[in-house]
């Protein structure tokens, strides 16, 4: 299993839309993404300066139905 990437929300958002994820709105500090044909979203929260903790981008990648190798390739 690939070792995630560590970055901010806006680095994982450019790699989720490579994946054929778009950008539907911003809710305060949070990005919320769809994808066309799946009845789930993804809420990524954008702070400067601080990285996407570890657990939150397993359970997105998990909610995006990818592996963990998948989601590197787009990262």
Request: proline residues 5%; charged residues 25%; glycine residues 10%.
């Given at each position: ?47 400067v300066g ?14 995006a139905d990818m592996t ?8």
């Amino acid at each position: 299993m690939p070792k995630l990437p560590r970055a901010g929300g806006k680095n994982h958002i450019a790699a989720f839309r490579r994946a054929g994820w778009l950008e539907n709105h911003i809710e305060g500090s949070h990005h919320i993404l769809v994808k066309a044909g799946n009845p789930v979203h993804l809420s990524i929260p954008v702070h400067v300066g601080r990285d996407l903790g570890v657990g939150l981008l397993r359970k997105l990648i998990d909610k995006a139905d990818m592996t963990q190798k998948e989601y590197c390739a787009y990262f």
